[in-house]
């Protein structure tokens, strides 16, 4: 007889901690791209680090991090060159056969598998951030958009009656 398959766990929704819940730990970012990297991927490191909410990553995920712009770039240089050469292959040597697939597109595949389970563990995707509790951020606001919000027709007033 044939077990079914128990269903994965649904994580909770991504909760900001307010002054109020218990201390958490805050870390800083990723840190700085490594030296080796390529331009491209020194871009998007530093778009994806830019981009995350803070506290999201700490130093522990810059390996993952890492690994995650090595595969995006590859997959963007694999998806420039099926775009010049084709989703084709014709091979000179097989006479009368078809064309059959590029191995760019096998290779464009496998990068996409590993590019999105990684995006998942680093909570760059709308599942993989829900579970996760950031630490409460600080107040940027100027005091003069502080003073404007409090004010009668600040953005939490109910709005004016015109009778």
């Known amino acids: 007889m ?11 929704p991504l909760q900001l901690a307010t002054p109020g819940d218990k201390p958490t730990l805050s870390f800083p970012g990723p840190g700085c791209p490594p030296e080796y990297f390529s331009r491209a991927e020194r871009d998007l490191w530093e778009t994806l680090a830019r981009s995350a909410p803070k ?26 060159a099926i775009a010049k050469s084709g989703l084709l292959q014709k091979d000179g040597d097989r006479k009368g056969r078809p ?19 990684l995006c998942g563990q680093l909570g760059l995707t709308v599942t993989g ?16 958009a502080k003073f404007l919000d409090a004010c009668p027709g600040g953005p939490d007033a109910p709005p004016l009656r015109t009778n």
């Open 2 to 12: 044939r077990k079914a398959k128990a269903r994965k766990p649904t994580p909770p």
């Open 55 to 80: 506290g999201l990553h700490t130093p522990l995920d810059a390996v993952a991090l890492e690994m995650l712009c090595q595969h995006v770039t590859r997959w963007r240089a694999t998806n420039a």
């Open 129 to 144: 951030r829900r579970g996760i509790v950031l630490p409460p951020q600080a107040d940027t606001r100027t005091e003069f």
């Open 99 to 117: 064309a059959r697939i590029s191995p760019l597109v096998k290779l464009a595949k496998a990068e996409a598998a590993l590019i999105a389970q």
